[in-house]
């Protein structure tokens, strides 16, 4: 991640919570705007384009913002990414921007890899588990890996926690070749 995307995070953290806006309504507005980005690889080109005067990108992101309906603080982010020729990066600055946030409210990241699928009462238990090994509400993503075998592997951070069939194995092998 480069530099000025952190920067441009943490500056609209800061707007966002000096105004106590409501963070929930924040992130659907921006997500609103990333789809139509997203979906539309000629407003990319339009809006990255150094040819085109910031000035004119500033005024259809007012057009587009007549449908989008986003709030001034957003709009004024969109519109500072535009003049510093940093709009190409509004997915970046968004995703850094959600994660502050996240850091801010105490919610941890956390990526959960089993061998099978589990159902909703298992990950809700073992969401809530993790969450007091963390020490903080944890919002977890899932992915199944049937190399592990069994148990699980828990990222968080940089920090992983392998209560994994396979990495009980690799310790255990581990051990036995080291002669302890």
Do not use: C, H
Not at 39 to 62: M, T, W, Y
Request: charged share 25%.
């Amino acid at each position: 991640m480069a530099a000025f995307v952190a920067r441009y995070a943490s500056a609209f953290l800061e707007v966002v919570t000096a105004a106590k806006l409501d963070t929930a309504a924040i992130g659907v507005e921006f997500n609103d705007f990333l789809a139509t980005w997203d979906g539309s690889a000629e407003l990319r080109e339009f809006f990255v384009n150094p040819a085109i005067p910031a000035v004119q990108k500033v005024g259809f992101l007012d057009t587009l913002n007549a449908k989008l309906g986003l709030r001034k603080e957003l709009r004024n982010l969109l519109a500072v990414l535009i003049d510093n020729d940093r709009i190409g990066a509004v997915s970046e600055v968004a995703e850094a921007y959600r994660r502050l946030l996240q850091e801010q409210l105490g919610i941890r990241q956390a990526e959960i890899v089993t061998a099978r699928e589990l159902d909703a009462a298992e990950r809700d238990a073992l969401v809530a588990e993790i969450g007091k090994l963390a020490g903080a509400q944890v919002e977890a993503s899932f992915k199944l890996d049937p190399a592990i075998l069994g148990g699980t592997v828990v990222r968080i951070g940089s920090t992983v926690y392998d209560g994994s069939v396979r990495g009980r194995l690799d310790r255990l092998k581990e051990a036995l070749v080291s002669g302890q």
